[in-house]
């Protein structure tokens, strides 16, 4: 079965970390989607109680973790070919951990869509 991460490809950290952990990831049946461009799953995604302007989502059959819980579930999940991706792993795998530096990554990528000028919620721009 699929997992499915819903990254932010207006965030150049979650585009790359998206990306890295596609191609290096060691999890072959990663999907990777761009949650911003798609409005259809981001509006079943709201529906669902998964706002996407508050992190990233990751769905595997049924289930469905958001911000912390998304990076940490990937992260145990994820065998990297890839140094970064395996320093990243180590730091985001133990979900106690991923919630505490979880709110590092958000201001990341606030920061980051507010010098492209992009919005942190895409349903702001439509």
């Known amino acids: 079965m699929a997992h499915i991460l819903v990254y932010d490809g207006g965030c150049p950290f979650c585009r790359h970390f998206a990306l890295r952990s596609e191609l290096v990831g060691g999890l072959p049946d990663l ?11 981001r509006a079943k995604l709201k529906a669902q109680g998964l706002d996407f302007a508050r992190g990233a989502v990751l769905l595997k059959g049924d ?3 958001h911000g912390a819980d998304a990076i940490a579930e990937l992260c145990a999940a994820l065998k990297p070919s ?5 320093l990243l792993g180590q ?10 530096f ?5 201001w990341a990528r606030r920061t980051a869509l507010q010098l492209q000028g992009l919005k942190e919620d895409p349903n702001q721009q439509i």
């Open 102 to 106: 979880y709110p590092l990554l958000l």
């Open 82 to 86: 890839d140094p970064l991706l395996l």
């Open 31 to 41: 999907e990777i989607r761009d949650g911003r461009a798609d409005h259809q799953l």
């Open 63 to 65: 289930q469905a973790w």
């Open 91 to 100: 730091l985001f795998a133990s979900p106690p951990r991923a919630r505490r």
